[in-house]
């Protein structure tokens, strides 16, 4: 218990702990929430902290700790000699001695208060502790450097622009992993770097970091099914026995896998080539590639785009035998942003879909870049072209030859063509390139799209099912970044063998959401692995008549 003595000729409280001045009730009563800052000098303590937060110095809970002390000390004290005058200007008399039990009610719910503010900003400290400590920094604090930067390090003790140059160094020599969508991650280091295919490691500099990360450098980082395919690299600090460098590189390296759902054409590109070509193109073709999960039809098959990526020959990561291989920068992972799609604003020069395509024209050297007509308009000596995606086990076009004698009827040159992969994909891209309108049903055969000219229309023909989400993520949101004019033609109940399937009232056809709920198992087994389509030729002809509309009749259209 605190006994507080009130000494009227001496104007002053006396507390078994505190001997404080006793101010003028009228004067100095609104005064006392003033005290404290005259008292502890709160600014000078706040200063101190920031600059100690500045510095993650461990001393910050101790000294904010007391600063709040002090705070709530002096605030109670302020409080208590406010309810003494009050009581002495009521009774006009005061005890010699009496107890601290006296207060009135309010004080446990300042107490509380107080507490409770306590805890917070304590808990707060703690947390502001363990943020500067484990989380600001996964990606290491710089304390030394190489042999070099420690030259300069000496130097720079006489010489201040030296010491710029270090921190300069620092800040291009810390490794990074980020999260540049919520499908990829990217790790990048700087400096001496090695990397050793083997153990599916990179070596980064021990003085810059003793963190470690993980990753698996395919663009699709939370498809389990994906992943199982491929192999986790380690980004860490070499060692004390730092492996040596049995081959020196003077570019950057990029390292990807090449597993996953590979294999897939659409894969192919959303998943690797569009990334790849995100990350790498800025390089102008001085980079380096490692390959992990390495297939080498993969590598051969588009080794043309490969080529006009990278200046060098491809690195099998897993067949590389006991190299350690030494860069002064590695970047671990694909930048990946949609689906068959690139964001220009978070692009390096500002790189879009048109840039990819034009990329994919050098290499497999396309003629044509618009979709126009030869002469000004035309005619019997170049009709404009349909290129149908035919396909075969799923998804198949019943009255594939009606739909070709209907469309010859209109005025088309038609083609037909089931790409699959084993496909020739250069003489393949140059017969879609030809083409002035391409129809097919989703799948990834559709994915040729991006060989297609500026200004081709693209119907995709849409399975029953409420599978329009699914055209739409996949194919129709690229389509205008790829400067193609778009059309959806939806199949409908009696356009498809479903029909032959499952009674009128089944929830194949009233219901398809409730098919949806079960899962991609389900979804896929009845809408996409167990239908095939017959169109109607009459509502196919008017989808015809209208691309013919949509597409440009002159050289000046099509600019």
Not at 529 to 538: I, R, T, V, Y
Request: charged share 30%; net charge positive; hydrophobic share 40%.
């Amino acid at each position: 218990m605190i006994i507080v003595e009130f000494d009227k000729t001496h104007s002053t409280i006396a507390r078994s702990d505190l001997l404080l001045p006793m101010p003028e009730v009228k004067e100095r009563e609104r005064e006392d929430w003033r005290l404290l800052p005259r008292a502890a000098g709160w600014r000078t303590q706040l200063g101190k902290i920031k600059r100690l937060r500045d510095d993650k110095d461990e001393s910050l809970c101790v000294d904010l700790g007391t600063l709040l002390s002090a705070t709530l000390a002096c605030r109670y004290q302020s409080w208590r000699k406010g309810r003494l005058m009050q009581k002495l200007k009521r009774e006009q008399y005061v005890s010699t001695w009496f107890s601290a039990r006296s207060y009135p009610r309010p004080e446990p719910k300042r107490v509380g208060n107080g507490l409770i503010i306590t805890s917070m900003v304590l808990s707060l400290c703690i947390l502001s502790l363990i943020r500067t400590r484990y989380i600001s920094s996964p990606f290491g604090k710089s304390q030394d450097l190489s042999d070099r930067s420690r030259r300069l390090v000496s130097r720079g003790e006489e010489d201040e622009g030296n010491r710029v140059l270090l921190e300069e160094l620092r800040e291009a020599k810390r490794p990074i992993c980020v999260e540049t969508s919520r499908r990829s991650d990217v790790c990048e280091a700087s400096g001496d770097v090695r990397v050793q295919g083997s153990s599916q490691t990179v070596f980064v500099d021990r003085d810059l970091t003793s963190q470690e990360w993980k990753i698996k450098p395919y663009a699709r980082k939370h498809d389990k099914g994906a992943l199982a395919n491929v192999k986790e690299w380690t980004i860490k600090a070499v060692p004390d026995e730092a492996p040596q460098c049995t081959d020196n590189h003077s570019v950057p390296a990029v390292v990807f896998s090449v597993g996953g759902y590979t294999g897939n054409l659409f894969h192919d590109f959303t998943d690797v080539l569009v990334p790849l070509f995100l990350t790498t193109r800025h390089f102008r073709g001085e980079v380096q590639f490692v390959v992990t999960d390495a297939k080498a039809w993969w590598l051969i098959k588009f080794s043309q785009v490969l080529r006009q990526l990278s200046n060098y020959e491809i690195i099998d990561a897993d067949a590389d035998g006991d190299a350690v291989r030494c860069f002064p920068r590695v970047v671990a992972g694909l930048t990946f942003h949609k689906e068959l799609g690139i964001d220009p604003a978070k692009s390096p020069n500002g790189y879009a879909m048109a840039d990819f395509k034009e990329m994919l024209r050098e290499a497999y050297g396309l003629e044509r870049a618009a979709a126009e007509p030869a002469g000004d308009k035309w005619d019997v000596r170049r009709k404009p072209r349909l290129l149908i995606i035919s396909r075969k086990g799923s998804r198949v076009f019943l009255n594939e030859r009606g739909m070709s004698d209907m469309a010859m009827s209109l005025g088309f040159d038609v083609r037909v063509a089931d790409p699959d992969v084993t496909t020739d994909i250069g003489k393949f891209a140059r017969l879609v390139n030809s083409a002035d309108v391409l129809i097919g049903v989703h799948g990834s055969g559709l994915t040729n799209v991006v060989f297609l000219p500026r200004g081709a229309v693209f119907i995709q023909v849409v399975p029953m099912g409420n599978l329009g989400w699914l055209a739409r993520d996949t194919f129709e949101n690229p389509s205008p970044e790829m400067e193609l004019k778009y059309s959806a033609y939806r199949i409908q109940a009696d356009e498809s063998t479903l029909s032959d399937q499952y009674p009128k009232d089944h929830p194949v056809f009233t219901d398809p959401q409730s098919i949806h709920k079960k899962g991609w198992g389900e979804l896929s087994r009845i809408y996409l692995n167990n239908q095939n389509l017959k169109p109607h030729l009459g509502r196919l002809r008017l989808a015809l008549l209208e691309a013919l509309k949509l597409l440009p009749h002159s050289h000046t259209m099509a600019q």
